[in-house]
């Protein structure tokens, strides 16, 4: 099997607006390839917020090649392959809005998402966040790098693996119950918002909540204006 994990770096609020990829190609558990390419963002524009995050500055990124002509260097490892980012209904996205943009057809991939896996397969933790699982596993990296979160997710991927006792990413999602989205070259792009976004079991049913007690102390300090204890 092959899988291309990925990451980036977006310079506006348009997500077509890809300065930055990072990429690691995993294929038979063996790592056989990694890539970082700065682009020159479409359109073509940086918001100081977006580059206080992650760094990158117009002067860095106005002499460098457009994302179609990156895309024809690196598509060879995003086609017939599955693709893992962490939150992957962002980089996706970003991913499908800049081949819109260039008119280019979707790869022929698979998706799917560390952030789900993680929350499915990792209990207890306050959130799942990329450098909260790295600071979990003791993942050094340097963030918002787009090949730096691309390893930082392989790791974790590693890592949940390990906590699950597996070696196989495929048996994970057949574990933990994740469906991977589809990509396919007709332009469909299935199944991000139930891939990323479904955590019901991980959720706290609140009509299942009962006291614990049967009178309510209305003198503790606690209490609440609606008359519940906090």
């Not at 991000?192 to 609140?206: A, V």
Request: charged share 25%.
């Amino acid at each position: 099997m092959k899988y291309t994990f990925f990451d980036v770096e977006t310079a506006n609020n348009k997500q077509s607006s890809i300065c930055s990829i990072g990429y690691i190609v995993l294929e038979n558990n063996q790592i056989i390839g990694e890539g970082y390419h700065l682009v020159k963002p479409e359109p073509f524009y940086m918001d100081y917020f977006n580059t206080q995050i992650h760094g990158i500055t117009k002067e860095m990124v106005e002499k460098e090649p457009t994302f179609d002509v990156v895309w024809e260097k690196i598509k060879p490892h995003f086609n017939d392959t599955t693709l893992v980012a962490h939150f992957a209904q962002f980089d996706t996205r970003c991913l499908r809005d800049v081949l819109d943009a260039y008119h280019i057809e979707y790869p022929n991939a698979q998706y799917t998402c560390t952030y789900t896996l993680a929350r499915r397969g990792v209990k207890g933790l306050f959130n799942y966040k990329l450098d909260t699982l790295a600071q979990y596993y003791g993942i050094q990296f340097s963030h918002h790098n787009a090949l730096e979160d691309t390893k930082a997710c392989y790791e974790v991927m590693m890592n949940v693996l390990k906590d699950n006792h597996l070696e196989d990413i495929e048996e994970l999602h057949k574990l933990l119950k994740v469906q991977k989205g589809v990509i396919k070259p007709n332009g469909e792009w299935k199944g991000t918002k139930s891939l990323c976004l479904n955590h019901k079991d991980n959720r706290i049913d609140i009509a299942s909540i009962q006291p614990t007690v049967e009178v309510i102390d209305e003198n503790n300090h606690y209490l609440c204006a609606w008359g519940m204890i906090i």
